[in-house]
């Protein structure tokens, strides 16, 4: 199994950016999907996620900012972030779990190597 993010990269303050997460060896159908994200020093931090049905939930900090959605048939998560915020700065990981979902890490199974964020005031 695994997952590949990326779309991260620099952007100013109120721009947009779409990460992605490539799965291979596995199939985003039926499963909790879920991003991440974390600076150093600091507890990962659960952003959205989809559920085996499509329902989702966001964090407080980035509900109507961040759309979390699927491409099943191309196996692929993704994240639509805009009006980004310096305090949007973070890796941020793709997660994936055929039993667990939510927003609190500890219980997802797979993840990804991580896309960095950056956004500058």
């Known amino acids: 199994v695994q997952l590949v993010e990326s779309g991260g990269g620099s952007v100013q303050s109120g721009g947009s950016l779409r990460l992605s997460c490539a799965a291979s060896g596995y199939s985003t159908n039926r499963s909790y999907l879920a991003w991440f994200r974390q600076v150093p020093g600091k507890e990962r931090e659960g952003v959205a996620f989809i559920m085996r049905y499509g329902s989702t939930s966001y964090a407080d900090s980035v509900k109507g900012r961040f759309t979390i959605s699927q491409d099943n048939a191309k196996n692929t998560l993704y994240l639509h972030m805009n009006s980004l915020k310096p305090e949007d700065t973070a890796m941020y990981y793709c997660?994936?779990?055929?039993?667990?979902?939510?927003?609190?890490?500890?219980?997802?199974?797979?993840w990804g190597q991580g896309t960095q964020v950056n956004v500058s005031s």
């Open positions: 997660a994936a779990d055929r039993f667990f979902g939510g927003l609190e890490w500890r219980g997802y199974t797979y």
